[in-house]
């Protein structure tokens, strides 16, 4: 840890136990500060108050020199001989200084013998309890960093632009709860120094606290709060929001808090902008959630476990329609304590496939928010047989195409669910289709005419259909086979489609038989048509019933074993073609 010497100003690095007693500044960063090299490369003290611009005292006020000066005044009142600074206290050029800085930064606030919160945009003569003052409107709370500056210290004061004592942050309680959010209980300091108050708050209201905060660099949106979760973690700058889901991930590994699942709640704002299924994209999808405490219970709390096909959890679901579903979480809202909240699911699968990969229900969640619902007893739920908890999985992703998120689009249309083997390889119009999605976002213009989706099947195609039926008043989904893919798309649409022949199903192969199904969603309050291809296991059976010298030969399992089954009527799953082998089960064979 590096310290400034408030006499001589040169750092002086101290390691655990010798670490002397030293003062902190809290600030937010302006124009000429001063950076670690420009003090380290000093060698005298005469030549460290050129560089900071000091002769007869401190002449400037808010500058980064000035700020040092000062703060080694304060320091000096203090009876302190050493200062922590972060502008010149930190080597930034050596990562592993930085990611331990960071890292280690609350608690060199917390064992700090005071903190100084110098506010440059406050003045000496503003009343900060009255309404719209610039102490309640000083950008100091609305920055990232500083909340930990706020929460850590056991003596904090803060001062004006020009460096006068406006109060002790004991003085300023209920102001700084109105400004913050955060109640003064939490705000108190403790008769231990290691006994934090805020650390009893739940999760989603401490994520609260940072909501309406900012950081320049999006990754410190989730550095800033290692402190306030005790969390360590590696830094990684240039990874972006995937900072704030590994600082998730990391409270998941230690809390049992289920809490951090119900961000969202009373904000549907929030809900616009997730790209990341059950975990949030920034600590700004938790405003409104100070209200949210979890359920403690003697039988202990929730295990949460996370894979690559996301959270694993055990919780109560029950089905409300279609493939809508409600998991209750162990939390509610303080005004509601009794009810539980809720988390809007949608159930998937295996995206048509007959093979049920899937151990676990799968599930994602939807655009709608949490809320509250169904009544607890005794901290559990009522006994009744819709409320089991049961391992269910919820996906890493939302269920629609990320490239939805943004508002440019009026209407959608997304293919959902293909067989095995099946890959959407263009679409018409091209200028509205998402490769990356399957799927075609109109921004505007016709909304009513034709769209076109070609799906590549080994060496056949499926061409998908939509039309705008203006008698109904709704789009109407069809589909055909392609015998001779490649051609242009302007040949598909302008020479083939008019001869294809169009319906509900098709025979793709002998051993693909395709139906599409189509059904309106409203995501966000706009229209996104849900399309749907799925393999046809009735219509296969029946079609191959009378071919009874036929059999199907499988490997079970066991390499160089293989069991006969003696009816052609069975099928295993996508994997079968007449005469071939492709990737799969099991393989056709004339006998």
């Known amino acids: 840890m590096w310290l400034l010497n408030v006499r001589t100003f040169c750092l002086e690095c101290f390691i655990g136990s010798q670490v002397p007693e030293y003062a902190i500044l809290s600030h937010t960063w302006g124009n000429n500060e001063v950076a670690f090299g420009q003090v380290r490369n000093e060698l005298a003290f005469g030549q460290v108050r050129d560089a900071l611009g000091i002769h007869e005292g401190p002449v400037g006020i808010d500058d980064g020199a000035s700020k040092i000066a000062y703060t080694c005044e304060l320091a000096i009142q203090d009876e302190l001989d050493y200062v922590w600074i972060d502008t010149?206290?930190?080597?930034?050029?050596?990562?592993?200084?930085?990611?331990?800085a960071i890292?280690?930064?609350?608690?060199?606030?917390?064992?700090?013998?005071?903190?100084?919160?110098?506010?440059?945009?406050?003045h000496s003569i503003d009343d900060p309890d009255a309404e719209g003052s610039q102490f309640r409107?000083?950008?100091?709370?609305?920055?990232g960093w500083t909340l930990q500056e706020l929460l850590a210290p056991q003596k904090l004061r803060f001062y004006s632009r020009s460096w006068r004592l406006i109060a002790p942050v004991t003085a300023l309680y209920r102001t700084i709860e109105e400004v913050t959010g955060i109640q003064s209980m939490y705000l108190r300091r403790a008769s231990s120094q290691w006994t934090l108050m805020f650390r009893s708050a739940s999760v989603a209201r401490r994520m609260s606290w940072a909501a309406g905060r900012q950081t320049t660099r999006v990754e410190d949106m989730a550095y800033c709060l290692l402190g306030i979760f005790n969390i360590n973690m590696p830094l990684l700058y240039g990874e972006g929001t995937k900072a704030f889901l590994r600082l998730q991930e990391e409270i998941m590994k230690q809390?049992?808090?289920?809490?951090?699942?119900?961000?969202?709640?009373?904000?549907?704002?929030?809900?616009?902008h997730?790209?990341?299924?059950?975990?949030?994209?920034?600590?700004?999808?938790?405003?409104?959630?100070?209200?949210?405490?979890?359920?403690?219970?003697?039988?202990?709390?929730?295990?949460?476990?996370?894979?690559?096909?996301?959270?694993?959890?055990?919780?109560?679901?029950?089905?409300?329609?279609?493939?809508?579903?409600?998991?209750?979480?162990?939390?509610?809202?303080?005004?509601?304590?009794?009810?539980?909240v809720s988390l809007p699911l949608r159930r998937l699968d295996d995206g048509g496939s007959k093979l049920n990969w899937n151990d676990?229900?799968?599930?994602?969640?939807?655009?709608?928010?949490?809320?509250?619902?169904?009544?607890?007893?005794?901290?559990?739920?009522?006994?009744?047989?819709?409320?089991?908890?049961?391992?269910?999985?919820?996906?890493?992703?939302?269920?629609?195409?990320?490239?939805?998120?943004?508002?440019?689009?009026?209407?959608?249309f997304y293919v959902r669910k293909l067989p095995a083997g099946c890959v959407v390889v263009n679409a018409w119009p091209l200028d509205e289709w998402l490769p990356l999605d399957n799927a075609i976002a109109v921004a505007g213009g016709d909304l009513s005419h034709p769209r076109v989706f070609c799906i590549r099947y080994w060496d056949r195609e499926i061409i998908v259909r939509l039309t705008w039926q203006q008698a109904t008043g709704a789009w109407v989904s069809d589909v055909a086979k392609r015998d001779t893919p490649g051609q242009t798309m302007r040949h598909l649409l302008e020479l083939e489609i008019p001869r294809l022949e169009f319906g509900s199903k098709v025979s793709v192969t002998s051993g693909l038989h395709v139906k599409i199904s189509m059904q309106e969603e409203l995501l966000f309050g706009?229209?996104?048509?849900?399309?749907?291809?799925?393999?046809?296991?009735?219509d296969w059976a029946r079609a191959k019933a009378d071919e009874t010298s036929r059999a199907v030969l499988f490997v079970t399992g066991t390499a160089g074993v293989l069991t006969t089954v003696a009816t052609c009527g069975v099928y295993l799953g996508a994997a079968l073609v007449e005469g071939t082998r492709r990737p799969g089960l099991g393989v056709v064979l004339n006998l």
């Open 88 to 100: 010149c206290c930190i080597d930034k050029s050596s990562s592993a200084e930085l990611s331990e």
């Open 103 to 122: 890292n280690s930064m609350f608690q060199w606030y917390q064992r700090a013998e005071v903190c100084y919160a110098y506010l440059s945009d406050v």
């Open 137 to 143: 409107r000083s950008k100091w709370f609305t920055r």
């Open 255 to 272: 809390s049992d808090d289920e809490t951090i699942l119900a961000w969202g709640w009373g904000n549907t704002l929030a809900l616009r």
């Open 274 to 340: 997730f790209e990341h299924g059950f975990l949030a994209s920034s600590p700004a999808c938790f405003a409104g959630c100070q209200d949210l405490t979890p359920w403690q219970s003697a039988g202990g709390g929730t295990s949460f476990s996370i894979t690559n096909r996301g959270l694993q959890i055990k919780v109560p679901v029950i089905h409300t329609r279609g493939n809508d579903y409600l998991a209750f979480l162990r939390c509610s809202d303080k005004t509601d304590g009794d009810y539980a």
């Open 360 to 412: 676990l229900d799968y599930y994602s969640r939807t655009d709608k928010p949490p809320s509250t619902q169904y009544q607890r007893s005794n901290g559990f739920f009522f006994s009744t047989n819709s409320f089991s908890p049961k391992v269910i999985r919820i996906s890493q992703r939302p269920w629609w195409p990320s490239a939805l998120m943004n508002d440019s689009w009026t209407m959608g």
């Open 526 to 538: 706009k229209k996104l048509m849900v399309i749907d291809l799925c393999e046809s296991l009735i």
